[in-house]
């Protein structure tokens, strides 16, 4: 297990940017894939965005163009840079280190969530 933390929510006007941080209490070197999720009020978690060891990323389609993953081995840490905001980007959202969704079951690591509000 690694513990995550998040860092860099916050409210933002429509079209705005937002830099989510997520910092890890170990290598990730070794981590498959770090992603974050993200959770809207009366909807399931949904993955935004993941990047694999080996430096590939793939988004959900509604972020495709607007938001960029990457991930810092050296510092153990993983960023999202949100850009041109919507707001039904807002959300809860959660780092994660190989995690996943089944059911009602969180797999893998899960950072305690940082909001994010669009709104103006």
């Known amino acids: 297990q690694v513990q995550l933390v998040e860092s860099g929510g916050g409210l933002v006007q429509p079209e705005g940017s937002l830099r989510l941080s997520c910092s890890a209490s170990?290598?990730?070197?070794?981590?498959?894939?770090m992603g974050w999720y993200r959770q809207a009020p009366g909807k399931q978690r949904e993955l935004v965005a993941a990047?694999?060891?080996?430096?590939?990323?793939n988004y959900v389609d509604s972020v495709k163009g607007r938001f960029t993953i990457s991930r810092d081995n050296a510092k153990n840490t993983v960023t999202l840079q949100m850009n041109t905001l919507k707001p039904e980007d807002t959300a809860v959202y959660y780092c994660t280190a190989n995690g996943g969704v089944r059911g009602s079951l969180l797999l893998g690591s899960w950072g305690q969530g940082t909001q994010v509000t669009v709104s103006s």
């Open positions: 990047v694999t060891s080996g430096g590939s990323a």
């Open positions: 170990r290598s990730i070197f070794t981590i498959n894939t």
